[in-house]
């Protein structure tokens, strides 16, 4: 049924496990605190360290981001971007980088206006590899997931720590690329997660599925990103970056000279963990 056989995340997951490590994934905001200054963090992840990429897609009512991301959103819609330009971002990103997988997230209702067919088409032309699209569940898989799969895309979906061995079955339907474990109940950037809980959860996870398992939601240093790498296949890192973007902004909240070097700063020093992590036994 699926065309997304053979991804760039697919051949990114394949080639990290024969390293025998996990994958950093690093998200950031389109758009966030402007376009330019958004395609020159982009190009600065992979060379930091970063093996898939995230981008948000900006929308003005976001329900699983926390503080940070819901701000990093309304900085990028305030310099004007839009899911267009969003693609167009990824499309510039891939002049210059053909193999850094990249994932957009974000919400269904900006690429229900867009059009399912005509997003599709234009993500798969930009060089888009994936969506994860939260607030679409398992059971309107016939709005998105089916016709991205169709498409070539994959489909990543949430697991979190409330989704039981009942409903997981249905969560890893047709869900392609990686799982995504969100590693506590809340939204992004909210709190620490229990490493050993998270280690557990994806054990469990892995019973049901051969996809990797990334874990996200409260990733906030090196040692926490080493942590998760012990036993997950990804670590997802998002409000840890937007936050060091803010701090990198003047006081009007414009880019500065120190914005991209900050946020390949962490993004190194997240990489470090991931690489240096001791690997649980298989």
Known sequence: MSNASSTRIDRRFKDLAVE???????????????????????????????????????FTD????????QAAGLRALAAGTTLAKTLKLV???????QTTPIVLMGYYNPIYVYGVPAFLDAAKESG???????????????????????????FIRLATPTT????????????SGFVYYVSITGTTGAATPDFSA???????????????VAVGFGVKTAADAAAIAAHADGVVVGSA????????????GRATRDTTPAVARLVADLAEGVRTAARAPA
């Open 20 to 58: 025998g490590r996990a994958a950093l994934v690093a998200f950031v905001m389109a758009g966030d605190p402007d376009l330019a200054a958004s395609l020159d963090i982009l190009k600065a992840l992979p060379k930091a360290g970063a093996d898939v990429i995230e981008v948000g897609m900006p």
């Open 128 to 154: 888009v590899d994936g969506l994860i699209v939260v607030d679409l569940p398992p059971e309107e898989d016939s709005e998105l997931c089916l016709p991205a799969l169709a498409a070539g895309l994959n």
């Open 164 to 175: 039981d061995d009942a409903r997981l079955p249905a969560v890893l339907t047709n869900t």
């Open 241 to 252: 970056i937007v936050d060091v973007l803010r701090g990198s902004l003047d006081a009007e």
């Open 198 to 212: 998270t280690a557990r959860a994806v054990e469990r996870i892995k019973r049901h599925t051969g996809l990797p």
């Open 62 to 69: 976001p329900m699983a981001d926390g503080p940070a991301i």
């Open 91 to 97: 499309a510039d990103f891939r002049r210059e980088d």
